[in-house]
C-alpha cells in the first residue's frame, strides 16, 4: 500500500475514474503466509492502464516481491505477492502498532506484521494494524501539485482482508465470510485493524476451531478446543461403555433367572420325599 501510487494514480485519474488499493493476507495450513497487494485503476482502455512507470513494477521486483498484472472487477493495475515458508518470518515477540500503507515499502525479508506470544500448548499471533491516509499524509508529495485529495475519498477502494484456516480468537472486522475476515477502510480516517489468533502444537490440519466469542458484551469468552479426532474418541468411548452396560445388565439378567430356577426345581424334588416320609 504505497502512498505515492494512490497520489499519483488520484492525480492522472481524477476526472475520468477510480483506483483500487486492496491488501489480502492468508495463513496456509502448513503456517505459510502469503499477502497478496492489488493497486489498480478503472480500466480505461488507454495505454497508461498498465503502464510500468506508474506501478512502479521494478521496484517491487528489486525488493524481492513477485509482480504480475492484474485484470479484473473492471480494473487494470499490478498484483504484488510476497510469500514467506512461515508466519513466524513476519512476526517478533516486540511488535506493538503496525502502519499497514508501509508495509511493502521495504524488502519482503523486513516485513514484520505480528506479535508473537509464546502459550503453554501454542502461540497467539496479534494483529494491531493502522491504516491512515488523509490530506496531511501527503504534504510533501502534493508540493507542486494543485490537489484536495479529500474531494476524490469516494473513488478510492481501500480494503484489508485475512484468510486462515480456523476462526480467529477476537476481531473487529467489519464482514465475515467463511473464515475470511475483511475491513472497508476509509480515506481521511484512522482506521483500525485488530485481530489475534491461535496456532497450537499440535497437528492444526486436524481442523481445530477456535470459536469466536468475543461479540457478545459483557460475557465471559468461551474457548472451545474442538478437534475431529477428539469427537471420534468420545464417540467410540461411549459407544464402548454402552456395549459394556448392556453385556452386564444381560448376564445380570442371565445369573437370576438360573438362580430362579434352581430354587423352583429344589422345592419340587423335595416335595415328594417329605410326602414319602409321612407315608412310612
Not at 93 to 101: A, C, F, G, Q, S
Not at 105 to 128: C, P, Q, S
Request: glycine share 4%; with cysteine.
Amino acid at each position: 500500500m504505497n502512498k505515492r501510487l494512490i497520489i499519483l494514480l488520484i492525480i492522472l485519474f481524477s476526472l475520468t475514474g477510480c483506483i483500487k488499493n486492496n491488501c489480502n493476507m492468508k495463513l496456509e495450513t502448513n503456517n505459510s503466509f502469503k499477502i497478496t497487494v492489488i493497486n489498480g485503476m478503472i480500466n480505461t482502455g488507454s495505454e497508461t492502464d498498465n503502464d510500468s512507470d506508474i506501478f512502479e513494477k521494478q521496484k517491487y521486483i528489486d525488493n524481492g516481491y513477485k509482480v504480475e498484472d492484474y485484470d479484473g472487477d473492471g480494473y487494470t493495475g499490478i498484483k504484488i505477492i510476497a510469500e514467506v515458508d512461515s508466519i513466524d518470518l513476519v512476526s517478533d515477540p516486540n511488535i506493538d502498532e503496525v502502519e499497514l500503507t508501509k508495509v511493502i515499502d521495504g524488502k519482503v525479508e523486513d516485513i514484520k506484521l505480528f506479535k508473537k506470544e509464546r502459550l503453554e500448548d501454542g502461540t497467539r499471533y496479534t494483529a494491531n494494524f493502522t491504516y491512515y491516509l488523509s490530506n496531511d499524509s501527503f504534504d510533501q508529495a502534493l508540493s507542486g501539485y494543485n490537489v484536495d485529495i479529500s474531494s476524490y475519498s469516494d473513488m478510492i477502494e481501500l480494503e484489508y482482508s485475512i484468510t486462515l484456516p480456523y476462526k480467529l480468537e477476537t476481531n473487529n472486522a467489519t464482514e465475515v465470510e467463511g473464515n475470511t475476515y475483511s475491513w472497508d477502510l476509509k480515506f481521511g480516517e484512522v482506521n483500525t485493524i485488530q485481530y489475534s489468533f491461535i496456532i497450537y502444537d499440535k497437528d492444526i490440519t486436524d481442523d481445530k476451531v477456535e470459536y469466536d466469542d468475543s461479540k457478545t458484551e459483557n460475557k465471559e469468552q468461551v474457548d472451545y478446543n474442538i478437534s475431529a479426532a477428539d469427537i471420534i474418541k468420545t464417540v467410540i468411548s461411549l459407544g464402548i461403555l454402552v456395549v459394556v452396560i448392556v453385556a452386564f445388565y444381560k448376564f445380570k439378567k442371565k445369573l437370576l433367572s438360573r438362580s430362579f430356577r434352581k430354587k423352583k426345581n429344589g422345592y419340587h424334588t423335595s416335595a415328594p420325599d417329605s410326602i414319602k416320609s409321612r407315608e412310612k
